[in-house]
């Protein structure tokens, strides 16, 4: 909020003054007051000033100070029209052509009458912006004392600029936002990408310019609005953005805006990071409590009640666990770790507020996944997953994300549980259409999985290839239903009768048919290990019809 030359104009003796070229330049700013008392003033100046000339105006002014002076800024020329009437003409021209105002006083008015009312104007003007900034700084400073959420936050300062405002996380999530305003609709399509960079969004109190970014979308346009952004920095980690609505015509937001916006970035850099220190320490806690699950160390109801009273957490009897994996950005130093943690709080919060039954659940963090104990509540464990997955899906932006779900289990068998879901994890992740798999399903592979849970893919294989791959490859040559046929009889229980009614067929057709089925794959089928491998390879057959098992999809 510096000086302008226009304003000066109506302090003190200055009233008294008129311009005699340069009048385009009256909007320029003021940051001190000096007197030209040397002839090469130009390279002593700083910038900005308003320089007041007597003898050295007529005697020293030239095209190159001139254009001197146009560098460093300066707000204009004080002078008398006694040291004018030598100076070209060209010369004023050209004050006029770079917007350099001359300002003629009258020949009776001394310098410190203009100096001391201006330099006067200069400090009370620095002194309100240093006392507004104090000001908004106790006002926030008393709303986090009290504990207040910080969405008051964005309230305050609202109110006190009369500008709808909002904070969001690194990734444009909001996280506080104030009240009179639709920011739902105004941050749809919020993204980087979609940012227009400003380098001149504000100049603070400190003469600093200050940039930031730009932001449209049609629900904006269609109000004649716009978002300025400007990020939270606390020692060089972005902690976030505050988003300022303005009316869609203005340019930069005025000195006193922008003192009130930066308190607010400091004051929300610096509960983000209390909040964050908080939350790190919950999830610190309940990852050890995971441990103790996962080793055993807790097997007893006794254990149980304890852990209940002491963590201020509800204890069921029994869980599902789910382990989550996604594939997210690597971290490679301590700003992306901070960031990341904030995210993780973020998402943490979400899942325990979006719907009600996702308040009882356990989040934890084992290595690189995410693990959930979900009780057996009032809905379906698969409505609660497809829940789970879509709100995972949409926080981290379609990244993949992979789900194992075990089966229901005692709490003090949570390290069972655990294991169950990492393997249907790590078939989710290789061979699941739909991303996320429960236990449940891996059905007869659950026996082929080695202890670093892959599937034995060459025994399964094996099976397919000696009791599968004939039949079917017989059926395809020969236009048969041997295949049908012989599932058909394991699932009646090898009751030749019921299958014939199935299948509708005559009671010597099936014996033909089942008497091919042995000559093809050259076992008997009143042998009871050819019984066991059929069946085994039916139920192979079913996976690799249903899922991702390479060239073995039929």
């Excluded at 001197?68 to 008398?80: D, F, N, S, V």
Aim: with cysteine; net charge neutral.
């Amino acid at each position: 909020m510096k000086l302008t030359v226009q304003e000066a104009l109506k302090i003190g003796r200055l009233k008294e003054a008129n311009i005699l070229t340069g009048y385009h330049g009256i909007s320029n700013k003021i940051s001190s007051v000096t007197v030209m008392d040397v002839p090469n003033i130009g390279k002593w100046l700083k910038g900005e000033e308003l320089i007041l000339a007597a003898g050295y105006f007529e005697q020293c002014l030239s095209s190159e100070l001139l254009l001197q002076l146009k560098e460093k800024h300066i707000a204009g020329i004080i002078t008398k029209l006694k040291f004018t009437r030598k100076v070209k003409k060209e010369l004023l021209d050209q004050c006029n052509e770079l917007d350099i105002p001359i300002i003629i006083v009258p020949a009776d008015c001394s310098w410190i009458e203009i100096i001391n009312p201006l330099t006067e104007d200069i400090v009370r003007k620095q002194y309100k912006i240093i006392d507004e900034s104090l000001k908004i700084h106790n006002i926030l400073m008393k709303v986090l004392l009290h504990g207040k959420p910080l969405s008051t936050l964005s309230n305050v300062i609202s109110n006190i600029t009369n500008l709808p405002v909002a904070i969001t996380d690194s990734d444009f999530q909001l996280i506080s936002y104030s009240s009179n305003f639709d920011w739902e609709k105004a941050t749809n399509n919020l993204a980087f990408y979609n940012l227009i960079y400003n380098s001149n969004l504000a100049e603070d109190h400190y003469n600093n310019i200050v940039s930031g970014y730009v932001f449209f979308n049609n629900y904006l346009n269609n109000i004649s609005r716009k978002l300025f952004i400007l990020p939270i920095v606390h020692n060089t980690v972005k902690y976030g953005y505050i988003l300022i609505c303005v009316d869609i015509t203005l340019n930069y937001l005025n000195t006193m805006d922008i003192v009130k916006i930066e308190q607010l970035s400091i004051t929300a850099a610096l509960e983000i990071l209390k909040r964050n220190e908080i939350d790190n320490t919950t999830r610190r806690y309940y990852n050890l409590l995971l441990d103790e699950l996962l080793e055993g160390n807790i097997n007893s109801i006794e254990d149980i009640i304890e852990i209940s009273e002491s963590s201020n957490k509800k204890f069921y009897d029994k869980y599902y666990v789910l382990v989550v994996n996604v594939i997210k950005n690597t971290v490679n130093n301590k700003s992306d770790r901070i960031l990341q943690n904030q995210r993780i709080n973020i998402l943490y919060d979400l899942i325990k507020n979006s719907i009600d039954e996702f308040c009882e659940v356990l989040f934890f963090e084992k290595g690189e996944n995410f693990v959930l104990l979900i009780p057996q509540l009032s809905k379906e464990i698969t409505h609660l997953i497809d829940q789970l997955y879509t709100l995972f899906f949409e926080f981290y932006k379609h990244k993949k994300i992979y789900f194992g779900i075990s089966d229901l289990h005692k709490i003090v068998d949570t390290s069972k549980a655990y294991k169950e879901a990492v393997q249907a994890l790590k078939f989710a992740k290789i061979y699941h259409p739909l991303n996320y798999c429960f236990y449940s399903e891996l059905g007869v592979l659950k026996f082929f999985m080695n202890n670093a849970n892959n599937i034995n893919k060459d025994f399964l294989d094996e099976i397919y290839d000696k009791y599968i791959e004939p039949i079917k490859k017989y059926d395809n040559e020969n236009q048969t239903m041997l295949l049908k046929t012989l599932d058909v009889f394991i699932q009646n229980n090898f009751s030749k009768v019921d299958t014939a009614k199935k299948l509708f067929i005559h009671k010597n057709t099936l014996r033909a048919r089942l008497s091919r089925i042995e000559q093809i794959i050259g076992c008997e089928l009143s042998n009871n290990e050819t019984t066991f491998y059929l069946q085994l390879a039916l139920k192979i057959k079913y996976f690799y019809d249903n899922y991702n098992f390479d060239d073995k999809n039929i």
